[in-house]
């Protein structure tokens, strides 16, 4: 398999504005850069230091001339148990007029940089509807947040706020940080921003308004081009710094090898050393070769692997808590991990599956003491944080059900997992700490494992963004231009039929097929008329000399969701295959379909229907522009399949889980990993 190498490249400053990593005898004797807005700075022997503590003396935490594991050391000494309590927890922080993020019923307001004090209580399981043992804070007001709860970490989902908003925003929640006790600053967590994702994950996976707009991850490795992976992580990088956002809830290191499994979209492809080649690019992206004060500290999900899904169901249902590995290729899962591991990532997310099968113990990965200490730390040298993904202890306690909430916590620290994602109120938390002292060990293991982390990007010195930059940044042109290229370079040429493509001075009739799965409109998508350089447009097909196709089906979205059999043939996928037949019967057809999920189209392209069919195209995220420039030849295309799309429904019923669709036989596939032709 050929991709474009990183090696050569991974110190340049062109696409690394940070550049590499200086010697850490010089960094530590430079002036760093003081930013405060409550805090006092005082001067010792020439040189500025934040008192952080308000005692009127430099603390060893606040001396930024000692290394960051020096000052977490001190720090955790001063902490109560209170304060670590919270320090390791993390959960939705909303700003004002922010909607939760599946409230599908409310209508948004402007988004501004005040506080939203609204806690988000829920009763049932935000994901499947179920009763909760206790009601859950799954977002908390702001001031609630940080001076009561104690907390340091917050998932930012907000995406329609502009970016001076933001920066201000986060400004102001830093500035109520620096004000507390000791001085903490806060960590603001994000989903990725930057992709023109299909949707299917809500609010786990989408575009920010005015950020640029690059290819769903998928997409990504489709391009089969580290360097171009590790340039849209800096500029990414780049954006994401100036509005404050500094931890990325990112990248999936999941093998994309079950076709049912709903979020492959936002995977790296179904072949281990592609997705291994591009998190790596992606880590060093966003973190440059170490962590410093010009990251983005990356979390790599779904360790071990999700992809290996039962019969695709996802494990944020009970239905789903089994991870299989029918294919004996346990093992295989873990190379994308490695690579990320090399590269520095600085966080690893473990997925709520249970081991199914294995020598492991069959609990969900936060709690699996063999997957977390004797695998990840002892086996594959992970020194970083173990943050669980949302809801464990109370929404998703696969293999430990039975156990008390303060039972959970305490099965998971002593299992290695460091941060608890999804719930706000610490109370259980404390409770469980004060009633056994024993796991104190490990929360403080886990605390200065996270002031480590705060330390190294720089945030006790200057947390604070520039505010008129932050619009500057986000969305600039150079950033949007390499944007667009990648869209480009991640479209796969599948069929060009006596090399009918590229096309010039056609009339076409261009449809974008795109429906509301729960509500689909019946009849045509959109049809596209804007002006394009060297085709004409009609409205109808009738008109055409061809007609450009373009399906996005949507597999059944992962919120909400049920135990009914998922399918990825096209006639569950959001697709009304009558009228796509009637339609390509009517002229000949480019066929275009947006591969979010490894779709089955021999509803449309069988034995009967395949003559109607000039050319077929694969997108992964791209805008339309972006797509006419390939089918014109204004851009010669390179990409090639980081997945292999099935023949028959059948042949998805019939697959292993765990392995490639390359490894599945002969008569598996319709359109091949590695395929992609050019003109």
Not at 580 to 608: G, M, R
Request: proline share 5%; charged share 25%.
């Amino acid at each position: 398999m050929k991709i474009r190498s990183l090696s050569s490249v991974v110190c340049l400053s062109v696409l690394l504005a940070a550049g590499c990593t200086r010697d850490s005898k010089e960094a530590a004797e430079e002036q760093p850069e003081i930013g405060t807005r409550t805090a006092k700075i005082f001067q010792l022997d020439g040189l500025k230091f934040k008192d952080l503590s308000k005692d009127g003396k430099l603390d060893p935490y606040e001396d930024w001339r000692l290394t960051p594991v020096e000052r977490s050391r001190d720090l955790l000494s001063k902490m109560t148990l209170e304060e670590k309590a919270g320090m390791i927890l993390i959960a939705d922080m909303r700003m004002f007029n922010e909607i939760f993020m599946l409230d599908r019923t409310a209508v948004q307001q402007p988004i501004t940089s005040a506080f939203n004090e609204e806690d988000v209580l829920a009763a049932k399981n935000q994901f499947t509807g179920e009763l909760l043992p206790q009601p859950l804070m799954s977002a908390v007001g702001t001031t609630k947040g940080v001076l009561q709860n104690k907390m340091r970490h917050f998932i930012w989902r907000t995406t329609t706020a502009p970016a001076d908003t933001m920066a201000r925003w986060a400004n102001k929640v830093q500035e109520l940080a620096e004000g507390d006790r000791l001085g903490i600053p806060v960590i603001f967590a994000s989903n990725p921003r930057n992709h023109l994702s299909a949707g299917g994950m809500g609010a786990t996976a989408s575009a920010s308004v005015g950020f640029s707009k690059w290819p769903a991850e998928i997409g990504l490795a489709a391009m089969r081009d580290s360097v171009m992976i590790y340039k849209f992580a800096s500029m990414a990088r780049q954006e994401w710094l100036s509005v404050g956002l500094r931890k990325g809830y990112m990248y999936m290191a999941d093998l994309a090898t079950e076709p049912r499994w709903q979020r492959i979209e936002g995977s790296l492809g179904e072949d281990p050393e592609l997705a291994a080649q591009s998190i790596s690019a992606l880590v060093h992206g966003f973190q440059g070769d170490s962590l410093n004060k010009e990251s983005v500290a990356l979390t790599t999900k779904h360790f071990p692997g999700g992809g290996a899904a039962y019969k695709g169901f996802d494990p944020h249902y009970s239905y789903g808590r089994n991870a299989v590995f029918p294919g004996g290729h346990f093992e295989a899962n873990l190379l994308p991990f490695k690579a990320a591991i090399k590269a520095g990532t600085s966080s690893i997310m473990p997925y709520y599956s249970l081991p199914k099968g294995t020598k492991y113990e069959e609990v969900a990965y936060a709690y699996n003491k063999g997957i977390l200490r004797d695998l990840l730390r002892s086996e594959l040298g992970f020194k970083g944080i173990i943050n669980s993904d949302t809801g464990p202890i109370e929404s998703m306690p696969w293999g430990v059900d039975s156990l008390s909430v303060q039972q959970r916590y305490m099965k998971a620290l002593e299992a290695g997992t460091n941060m608890f994602a999804g719930n706000a109120d610490p109370r259980q938390l404390v409770a469980t700490l004060k009633a056994h002292p024993e796991v104190m060990k490990y929360v403080d293991e886990s605390v200065q494992l996270l002031l480590t982390e705060l330390f190294t990007l720089g945030l006790f010195e200057n947390p604070y963004v520039d505010e008129g930059k932050a619009r500057e940044v986000v969305g600039r042109e150079d950033f949007v231009s390499a944007g667009r290229e990648a869209q480009r370079k991640s479209i796969v040429l599948l069929r060009n039929e006596q090399n009918k493509l590229p096309l010039r001075n056609k009339k076409v009739y261009f449809e974008d097929y795109y429906k509301n799965y729960h509500n689909p409109a019946p009849g045509a998508g959109q049809v596209l008329t804007d002006s394009y350089k060297g085709l004409t447009f009609v409205s109808t097909p009738e008109e055409a000399d061809l007609i450009l196709l373009w399906l996005k089906p949507l597999m059944r979205p992962l919120f909400p969701a049920d135990h009914s059999p998922l399918r990825v043939n096209l006639s569950a996928c959001a697709v009304d295959v009558d009228y796509v037949n009637a339609l390509t019967a009517k002229k000949p057809t480019i066929l275009v379909v947006n591969y979010s999920s490894p779709f089955v189209i021999d509803e449309i392209y069988n034995t009967e229907t395949q003559g109607r069919f000039i050319a077929i195209l694969s997108t992964f995220g791209v805008e339309a522009n972006a797509l006419l420039d390939v089918v014109t030849g204004k851009f010669n295309p390179t990409a090639k399949m980081p997945i292999t799309t099935p023949i028959s429904q059948q042949a998805v019923e019939s697959n292993k889980e765990d392995l490639p669709g390359y490894d599945e036989g002969a008569s598996y596939a319709l359109f091949k990993f590695g395929e992609g032709l050019n003109y």
